[in-house]
């Protein structure tokens, strides 16, 4: 038993072992693009044919007239970003404003 713990520590051993795992590796590495299915024209072509259909589907639509139907009114969420930037707008406007009538009235005038 400790013979064989002797010889798996044994430096020539593990230079052996280790060379044998990188060999390995450095072989797969280099054939996994050969043994990996390329996925990648499929896709294109499967895209390619949807973009044709949804290309023919805009030009029957233009052919007959309609017109792309867009939303009547803004949604409810909309409205309140744009009531809150309004609010925040003016309140940054008064207190510009503000502000700026403090500084006139506490700083001295420049020729002074």
Not at 5 to 30: G, H
Not at 72 to 94: D, G, H, N
């Amino acid at each position: 038993m400790l013979r064989l713990i002797m010889e798996l520590l044994d430096p020539k051993f593990l230079t052996t072992v280790f060379a044998a795992i990188a060999a390995a590796a450095t072989v797969l590495t280099l054939a996994m693009p050969y043994l990996v299915n390329d996925t990648l024209s499929k896709r294109m072509k499967a895209v390619a044919f949807e973009r044709e259909k949804i290309r023919l589907r805009e030009r029957e639509r233009l052919a007959l007239g309609s017109r792309a139907a867009l939303r009547q009114s803004p949604r409810a969420y909309m409205k309140t970003i744009v009531y809150f930037r309004s609010l925040l707008a003016i309140s940054l406007c008064c207190a510009s404003r503000a502000l700026a009538a403090v500084i006139k009235v506490i700083a001295p005038p420049a020729g002074v």
